[in-house]
Nanobody, 128 residues
Framework: QLQLVESGGGLVQPGGSLTLSCTAS????????IGWFRQVPGKEREGVSC????????HYATSAKGRFAVSRDNANKLAYLQMNSLKPEDGGTYYC?????????????????????WGQGILVTVSS
């Protein structure tokens, strides 16, 4: 069974950068679209960026465009979210998720219940 584990979260100052990693284990990683989602208390999880199984197609939330970059290393079963020029409103719990059902656009705009596999989440705090 596919399992996902996020790492790389923590505290970063506004304007700084942080890279999150999603480590996968289980079945063939490149079969899955991977999405990065953010959740803050009281709100639904929102898609930040998603990437196709091949790594050739992407989707970014409007708030992430130009600042974040999603990538993956299928040989090592890793996905990344590089976050630059961070703002306090970028903070929250970040999750990686995997789906065989959707490409990156649909994965990122789908409800969390529509994606099959989720990591445990990792906290990102952007503060001085």
């Amino acid at each position: 069974q596919l399992q996902l584990v996020e790492s790389g979260g923590g505290l970063v100052q506004p304007g700084g950068s942080l890279t999150l990693s999603c480590t996968a284990s289980g079945v063939t990683f490149d079969d899955y679209t991977i999405g990065w989602f953010r959740q803050v208390p009281g709100k639904e999880r929102e898609g930040v960026s998603c990437i196709s199984g091949s790594g050739n197609s992407f989707h970014y939330a409007t708030s992430a465009k130009g600042r974040f970059a999603v990538s993956r290393d299928n040989a090592n079963k890793l996905a990344y979210l590089q976050m630059n020029s961070l703002k306090p409103e970028d903070g929250g719990t970040y999750y990686c998720a995997a789906t065989l059902r959707f490409g990156p656009y649909r994965a990122c705009v789908s409800a969390p219940t529509d994606l099959e596999v989720w990591g445990q989440g990792i906290l990102v705090t952007v503060s001085s």
